[in-house]
């Protein structure tokens, strides 16, 4: 069975996902399709804060993460790029960006090339890996 943790990381992203997709339109914020995500999908999660807490630190970092995103995947731009890898590779850079002390940086790397392996295409664990190595190596993390 996946860690609470992956599972965490995967209604995360999929709640941006939802967000981007239709959540701006529909006047719903991030958060609040997280939390009704959580509980609707969250069941096996034990501690639903550590979801919470990486969707706050996407939030905080957002403009920083898009311009990471920009810079480093200059072949796409963003409102061109697939939009499920663009919320793994926003969650991974928020990651990078922020990390938790008991994260190493390729934990967290790892974790997003296998959500890009499982959601995406068959090149999304690729360009994901690509991204995120190029921040975690720019110089650009704190």
């Known amino acids: 069975m996946p860690s609470f943790r992956h599972l965490s990381r995967v209604i995360v992203m999929q709640s941006f996902f939802e967000f981007e997709a239709r959540g ?10 997280l939390d009704y995500n959580l509980t609707e999908f969250g069941s096996q999660i034990d501690d639903r804060n ?5 969707a ?22 963003l409102e061109k790029m697939d939009p499920v890898e663009r919320a793994i590779v926003t969650l ?8 938790e002390p008991d994260v190493p940086l390729r934990v967290a790397i790892d974790e997003a090339i ?8 068959e090149n999304s664990g690729k360009f994901v890996n690509g991204v995120l190595n190029a921040i975690a190596h720019s110089g650009a993390l704190k």
């Open 24 to 33: 701006q339109a529909a006047g719903k914020d991030f958060l609040t399709i």
């Open 50 to 54: 550590f979801a919470r807490h990486l």
């Open 56 to 77: 706050e630190k996407m939030v905080k970092h957002l403009s920083q993460i898009r311009a990471l995103i920009i810079r480093f995947a200059p072949e796409w731009p």
């Open 92 to 99: 991974g850079a928020s990651e990078l960006l922020d990390p």
């Open 114 to 121: 296998e959500m890009a392996k499982t959601y995406g295409d």
